[in-house]
Every structure is written in C-alpha cells, then in structure tokens.
C-alpha cells in the first residue's frame, strides 16, 4: 500500500500536453549528466507531491545537515584531526584550504537521499559538497516538464531550478570572500562516461546569466588556464569533482593543490567530504552528548537506525546486544555500507545476501571498522506513468523512488528523484544500475 505522505489525490494532469508532445519535450533533455546512459522520456510525468510533504524534505534536510556538521566540527579542532577521528585515510582530503574559508563552505552544498516508508521520510545518507550529481539533469528536466505543462505560469506545480539556486551562493562567494565575479569550474568529462561537452557549457550559461565570468578547465589544463604561476585569473572556483572518481581516473591532483596554495578558493571545501562520511551518520544516529530533545527527536524521526560498524555493544529496541551478534543474527534486517562511497558501490542488502556472503562482510567490515550499518527502511511504492506498447499511450506501474532534495546555502533547489524500472529490483542508482531519473515538485 502506498504512503499518504504521497497524497491522496489523483496527479492533476489537465494542463498537460498530448503525450506525442511530451515526449518530445523530454527528448529534448540529451545534453545532461545521464545522457546516453538512461531513457530519458520513460516516465510521462513528474512526481507531484503535496506542498507539506515536500517542504518537510527540505525542513528535515536542513536539521539534518546542521547535526552532521556540529558532529564532524566538534570531534577534533583541525581537519587532520578530524581525520583521525573518522580512522580515515588521509590521502583521501588532500584539499584543505587554509583560514575560515574551509570551514564556513563545508556544508554549503548538499543532496541526501530519501526512502519514503509508511510513516514518511528516511534519510538514508548525505551527499555533501559540489560534486554531488543531478544538477544539470534535475535543472533540465525541470524546464522539460515546466514546457510539458503549458510553459510557465500555467504548471499546477511550483518549479525550482537548482542551476539558479547554486549561482547564487557564487554570487554570495564573490561578495563575502571580496574577490572578483568570476567563477572556475574545475572537473572533467572523463566523470560522466564521455558526456557532451555542452553539459559544462550549461552551468556556464547559468552563471553568466547571474553576472558571472565562467570557464570550464579539465585537470591537466587548470594552471595555464588560470595563468599561474602568476596573479590567478580565477579566485572562486567550483570544486566539480570527487577525490574517489579522479583517483579511479588516475588524474594527478597536484595543480588543484598548487592553484589552492595561489589562493584559489574551490568550494565546497574539502571538509564537506569529511562531513558526508557515513560514520558522522552513525554518530549523530548514536547520539551525542550536546544533543537537545529537539534534536534527538529529529534524529529519531528521520534517520533509520544507523551505527559504525565494530567489535562493540550497541543499543537496539531497549537492549544492548555484541553489533556482530545483531548483524549476523537479524541479516535481513540490515544494510552494509561503506563510510566512503558513492552511486551504491559496495552496497550490501541483508535480505538479498546469502548468508555465507554477508557473514563474510560483516567479518570483514568488524575488521576495518569502515562500513555503517543501517536499518533496513521499507520502501512505499509510487504509481508511476510510463510509455505503453509500441510507444502509444501509456501504463501506470508501481516504482520505488529515492527522492535526492538539494539544499544550496540554506536554500531549496529542487529535488530529483531516481527509481528502478518497474519490476526490478536492487539498489537505486543511475550509474552502474540503471536507475531513471526524475524530478519531484511541490503542487500549488
């Protein structure tokens, strides 16, 4: 049965277009983050979803965002001991910029992900920093669905473009850091699989259209670009990238560090990825000292029951139990995941394991102390619209969304939505598991 978090109401879909014109309005989205890799016009419609319900998404988000940081800030003074306290390895943050800067953009850009139960949201875990995916997608379906509902003014949803959102927390950069209004972005299309280049080039647009210069500069590239050594010709950048991704690249990171060290300012900053790392998840789901009843409220209502794994006791349902035993003894009850990862890499499910297999992980994982263990969230499906037979007219199916809610400088900014074709099961994931991707909106 579905959630009532869903809304009860049919999806109001008088003002869209015929279908043939939808399609096409879809179709149009070719120059994305996912192009080439998923269908892009397989659902017909977007999620549309009562104005509380979506609010809550990004009301939670922002509560959950600021314990996270608290947590990571207060276990040690300086990000080399914080580090130390996630038992991280250090080759991972190579990027730690000096003075306020680092702090003060560690949590500026996030997007969780979201499993919708019978009682409502669980946040799952915290993307943090602006290598996070779906913003150029999440910006393009928007505008592909705005068009697909009569253009502006006239959708029965209220529509947001994350592009826009995050422009202005550069503008805000540019303000604050006292720097010229110009903006480097620094990534590469060897992340996307061989995208076209038009997908930098959007985000390009977007921030010209906010008064903003704006480059693009792959790695090998960024100090000529930049003209260092030298006065750099950028002092604002956006960080496109991740450390995991362009070590698998095998792209060297020294010219990100020498362009830092010419006072180059990317951000979000380094310590963003120290707050995503899942064991801040399991703390802040453990409890911390400080905590107000407010916030243990908000921990309990949201976040599944999630703990670092190790040789240790915890506290489950009233009783302290050995956390190998728990996990060996209620496997379907649990998911492994490892403190650093990304697009459902390493994933486990307990109740799609066999049990030789997850005892061998969760031995492994008590071992290294670098996974989470996470209560298992029921899902409640979504009824869906996709193409029927042939292409002509269409179906309802049931889907099992994760809905993503992108908060930029305290800002909503939308939010994408990403499911498994109907009948298939696994872990929801564009890259890697074929997920389609969506964009969910709040109805007037």
């Known amino acids: 049965m579905t959630a009532p978090w869903y809304g009860t109401a049919p999806p109001p879909l008088d003002g869209r277009l015929e279908l043939p014109a939808v399609r096409r309005e879809l179709a149009r989205v070719e120059d994305g983050e996912y192009a080439r890799v998923v269908p892009v016009a397989s659902s017909l419609r977007p999620v549309m979803l009562p104005r509380t319900s979506y609010d809550e998404l990004f009301t939670a988000t922002a509560d959950l965002l600021a314990l996270l940081r608290r947590t990571l800030l207060e276990s040690a003074p300086t990000a080399a001991g914080r580090i130390a ?97 110009a903006v480097a972005i620094v990534g590469t299309l060897r ?46 950048g ?16 020294g010219p990100v560090r020498t362009a830092l060290d010419a006072g180059v300012r990317l951000i979000a900053s380094q310590t963003a990825y120290l707050v995503a790392n899942k064991k801040v998840l399991g703390w802040v789901s453990e409890g911390r000292p400080w905590m107000t009843d407010r916030d243990r409220r908000t921990v309990q209502r949201y976040l599944p029951w999630t703990r670092v794994v190790g040789d240790r006791p915890v506290e489950r349902h009233g009783r302290t139990v050995p956390l190998p035993d728990l996990l060996l003894e209620h496997q379907e009850d649990f998911v492994l ?8 890499r390493q994933v486990l499910v307990g109740r799609s394991c066999a049990p030789q297999a997850w005892r061998a992980a969760v031995a492994a994982a008590v071992a290294a102390q670098d996974h989470i263990a996470q209560e298992w969230v029921e899902p409640a499906p979504y009824r869906m619209e996709f193409d029927g037979p042939g292409g002509s007219g269409s179906d309802e199916a049931e ?37 389609l991707s969506n964009v969910a909106f709040a109805l007037r």
Not at 119 to 124: H, I, K, Q, T
Not at 208 to 224: K, N, S, W, Y
Not at 406 to 420: E, H, K, T
């Open 337 to 344: 995941k490892p403190a650093i990862g990304m697009s459902g």
């Open 399 to 435: 889907v099992v969304p994760v809905f993503s809610p992108f908060l930029f400088d305290g800002r909503p900014a939308g939010c994408m939505v990403r499911y498994l074709p109907p009948e298939r099961d696994g872990v929801v994931s564009i890259h890697g598991h074929g997920a």
């Open 238 to 253: 956006l960080r496109h990238f991740t450390i995991l991704e362009w070590l698998g690249h095998g792209i060297d990171l």
């Open 85 to 181: 306290a996630l038992g991280a390895d250090e080759a991972m943050y190579p990027l730690v910029m000096d003075g306020p800067v680092e702090e003060d953009y560690a949590t500026c850009i996030a997007r969780p992900d979201v499993m919708v139960g019978a009682d409502g949201p669980r946040f799952l875990e915290f993307n943090i920093g602006s290598g996070i995916g779906g913003v150029v997608d999440t910006a393009l379906h928007t505008a592909a669905w705005v068009a697909a509902f009569g253009g502006p003014g006239r959708t029965p949803f209220d529509a947001v473009d994350p592009l826009a959102v995050r422009d202005e927390l550069f503008v805000r950069a540019v303000r604050d850091l006292g720097v010229k209004p």
């Open 191 to 236: 992340d996307f699989g061989g995208a076209p280049s038009r997908y930098f080039e959007i985000q390009e647009e977007s921030l010209r259209r906010r008064g903003l210069v704006a480059e693009t500069f792959e790695p090998e590239d960024l100090l000529d670009g930049l003209g260092l050594p030298g006065e750099p010709r950028y002092r604002l």
